[in-house]
């Protein structure tokens, strides 16, 4: 069994990743766009299988308005925040678990810096009394206590 990341996003307009530009920019942070996505993080034998369970699952996917990606890389790329939910103590984790990908750009339409990502997760993004966040030069999640 392998790791996979598998991304789902919005076709249609993301009406919270708006409300989130306004804000940032409303907060001072310099950003032209921003994008959200659901991750997914789940162990499974081979992508090809994954992405074709997945894309069957009406749960989670709708192709009429989602779209569906298995990364590559599985930390976050430039101008990218992961934003994870913190594990409560006591309780087990499932199979699969799901984080929240934000990506902002510059107003050159580039991958916005990492200062910028770091002020948009510290000023809205992640709330770090329940939220862990991961972008470029900041390290994952930490781990379930035991």
Not at 70 to 76: G, W, Y
């Amino acid at each position: 069994m392998s790791e996979f990341i598998v991304a789902i996003g919005l076709k249609i307009p993301d009406n919270t990743a708006q409300t989130a530009l306004v804000a940032l920019r409303r907060l001072g942070v310099a950003v032209e766009w921003v994008e959200r996505c659901d991750l997914w993080r789940v162990e499974a034998g081979d992508s090809a299988a994954l992405h074709a369970r997945v894309a069957s699952d009406e749960t989670l996917f709708n192709p009429s308005k989602h779209w569906l990606r298995i990364l590559d890389a599985a930390e976050p790329g430039p101008g990218e925040a992961w934003i994870t939910p913190l594990p409560a103590p006591g309780c087990a984790e499932g199979r699969a678990r799901r984080l929240v990908a934000w990506r902002l750009f510059a107003s050159d339409g580039r991958p916005a810096p990492r200062e910028t990502v770091a002020a948009a997760v510290e000023r809205l993004l992640c709330n770090p009394a329940i939220e862990c966040a991961q972008y470029q030069g900041k390290g994952a999640p930490p781990e379930a206590p035991k």
